[in-house]
Every structure is written in structure tokens, then in C-alpha cells.
């Protein structure tokens, strides 16, 4: 049995980066407590609902009861403001960025989804945190700016995501490889559960959300049709996974070998998924683990995002699979 924790891990990563601050590591523990409460409140979402009461309405104090994706979002915020680590903060769930002046002489921004998939929640199905750091590129002393956020992933200096599923999952990546750490509750730690996780090249799953697939390009519906067929590769026919939530799809991928799609469509030219708070860093995840990650045409990573919201459309997860994907678009 290996009793390696999360914290002992991260300090040990450092260790590889002599003269480091050791800021990189304080984010990513930043990050594992507020990952502890806010798996906490999500085990409750169920009593908070139908016995204390729905979001919206008023606990016994007369307090307002928060939604959970907007909890989850100010837990984050706020766990990773207080240790004066970043200096700006981009999340899912706002509009704008938020610079965080009193952080001014910090390297690091962070751009997070704090609840993704979150319309699972009320049906007791997994949602996901999914997060990404990138060193600023504003001089250290200023207020950040947008260009901070609107950087490439491949600048990407960390990324993961937390699955809260049927255990409570970290995953994280900060280029040398994907390890992933499960929470036991009981005492409060997470343990390497997962090291050096690597995606299998190839698997017999496709995810995607199948009323999709009468309205995006032709060349995603042929491959689908290729998936179902008995003349692939497998000799026949793939297993459909589509839990709706992209964290504990990605993750079943990457444990069994698969391939997620979330294509552009007629009402959605760009996809669903957000370049900055989703993509990216699950692109950076399937990298390192040996997958891909692409638009179809374009590595996700690649792409010089212009705006902070920005959506793009991703096939994303087993090697073989995705650049089998890839040859249905190009031909
Ligand atoms: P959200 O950020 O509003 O939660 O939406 C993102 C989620 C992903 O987790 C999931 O893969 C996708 O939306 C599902 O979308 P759809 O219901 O269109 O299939
Ligand atoms: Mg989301």
C-alpha cells in the first residue's frame, strides 16, 4: 500500500526545482483545502436540498443558502486569495477576472471552474473542479490585465481537476506527468492513489452527446458512425459513456481508454466548452498522459485565445483514437 499524501507530493515535486519560492506548491494546497470543503458541502447537496432546504431560500438563521456552483466559486476564491499567492483570478462563473491588488507582487494567475456540471449535482451524479496556472506576463508590482489570461495553454505551468465522484478524486499535471491522489474523508488527506497515470492509446468508449450529432460537421458524424460500426478497429461496436459531466467523462477516459467530443454545432458554431477554464487544462492532462487534445484541426493548446469566455469545439482523450477522429475531418 502506498501512504504517500498529496502534501508530502507536492513537496517533494519542488524538491526538483532548486531555488524555487515554493509558490506553485502553496497554490496547489490552496487548493486541495478548499477541494476538502467543498466536497464536504457537495456529499450534502442531497440533504441541503430536500431537508435543510433548496438554494435560494433561507436557513434557520434567516441566512440566504448559496447555490452550490457559486459556494464552490467563492471557496476557491477565497482559499486561494488569502495565502497572497496569485495576482489575478479568472473563473467560469464571472464575467471578468479579478485582480488581486493586494497580491500585486505575485507570479502566478489561476483560471478555474469551480463546479462544472453542475445541473448533475441535484441528481446525485459527479461534477468536477478543473483548474489551470499560468505565470503572468504583466511585470510583477502591477495590476494584471487580460493579455495575463489570454495566454496559449501551452503555457500552462499546472493544471488538474477534482472529481467529486463516488470518492473524492485530485488530479494534477505540472509537465511531468499526471498523478492522481483520492481523498479518504475519515481523516481528511488525500493519497497517491494514481501514480504516473498514462492514457491508453487506445479503448473501446466514445463520449458524446448523441442529440448532437444530426447537427455538427459531417466528418464527426462519420466517425461516430465508425464507432457504432463492427468494421473498426475493435471489430465492434464501441461502448457510448456520456455522463454530462466533462471531468468524470475525461477521467473514465483516461482510466480505460476513450475519446470525448464536444463538436461545434449548427446553434453552437464554437462548441460548448470553454477554451480557458476547460480545455486547456484538460488538454494539458490528456498530453501528459500520452493522450491528444484538438478542435478537429488545431492542437487545443495552440490556440491564441481572444477572449475570456471563449468556446471551442474538442475531441480529446486516447492517441489512436483522436487522430483516427482527426483523419474523418481532414479528408
Ligand atoms: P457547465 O460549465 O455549464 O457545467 O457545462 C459544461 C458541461 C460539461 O461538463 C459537459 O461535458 C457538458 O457541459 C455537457 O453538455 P451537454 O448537456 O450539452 O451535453
Ligand atoms: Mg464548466
Redesign the pocket.
Known amino acids: 500500500m502506498n501512504f504517500t499524501t498529496l502534501g508530502e507530493f507536492i513537496l517533494d515535486e519542488q524538491k526538483h526545482f532548486p531555488g524555487s519560492s515554493g509558490d506553485l506548491s502553496s497554490i496547489l494546497s490552496s487548493i486541495r483545502l478548499a477541494g476538502k470543503i467543498v466536497s464536504q458541502q457537495i456529499n450534502k447537496a442531497g440533504l441541503a436540498k430536500h431537508i435543510i432546504g433548496a438554494a435560494g431560500s433561507e436557513n434557520i438563521q434567516g441566512e440566504q443558502q448559496q447555490k452550490l456552483d457559486v459556494y464552490a466559486d467563492d471557496r476557491f476564491i477565497k482559499s486561494l486569495r488569502a495565502r497572497g499567492l496569485v495576482c489575478g483570478i479568472a473563473s467560469?462563473e464571472n464575467d471578468d477576472f479579478v485582480a488581486v491588488d493586494e497580491n500585486k507582487d505575485a507570479k502566478y494567475i489561476i483560471m478555474i471552474?469551480p463546479?462544472?456540471?453542475?445541473?448533475n449535482i441535484d441528481v446525485n451524479v459527479s461534477?468536477?473542479t478543473i483548474f489551470s496556472v499560468y505565470r503572468r506576463i504583466s511585470p510583477v508590482g502591477t495590476t494584471v490585465t487580460t493579455e495575463d489570461f489570454l495566454q496559449p495553454g501551452r503555457e500552462q505551468v499546472a493544471a488538474g481537476y477534482i472529481i467529486y465522484g463516488s470518492s473524492t478524486m485530485l488530479v494534477y499535471t505540472t509537465g511531468n506527468g499526471v498523478n492522481g491522489f483520492t481523498y479518504d474523508p475519515g481523516i481528511g488527506v488525500f493519497f497517491l492513489s494514481h501514480p504516473d497515470m498514462v492514457s491508453p492509446d487506445s479503448g473501446s468508449i466514445y463520449s458524446m452527446?448523441d442529440?448532437?450529432i444530426d447537427y455538427c460537421q459531417r466528418g464527426i458524424k462519420r466517425y461516430i458512425e465508425y464507432c457504432r460500426s463492427e468494421e473498426n478497429d475493435k471489430g465492434k461496436p464501441y461502448s457510448a459513456r456520456?455522463?454530462?459531466?466533462?471531468?468524470?467523462?475525461f477521467h473514465r477516459n483516461l482510466l480505460r481508454g476513450g475519446i470525448?467530443i464536444?463538436p461545434a454545432t449548427q446553434s453552437a458554431p464554437n462548441g460548448?466548452?470553454?477554451l480557458l477554464?476547460?480545455c486547456n487544462p484538460i488538454a494539458f492532462l490528456a498530453e501528459q498522459a500520452g493522450g491528444k487534445a484538438t478542435t478537429g484541426v488545431q492542437r487545443i493548446m495552440d490556440i491564441e485565445p481572444n477572449e475570456l469566455h471563449q468556446r471551442v469545439p474538442i475531441i480529446v482523450g486516447s492517441k489512436d483514437m483522436v487522430e483516427k477522429a482527426e483523419s474523418y475531418l481532414t479528408e
Open positions: 467560469e471552474d463546479l462544472d456540471g453542475s445541473s461534477v468536477g452527446n442529440s448532437n456520456y455522463i454530462g459531466s466533462l471531468v468524470a467523462d470525448y464536444y460548448k466548452l470553454r477554464y476547460e
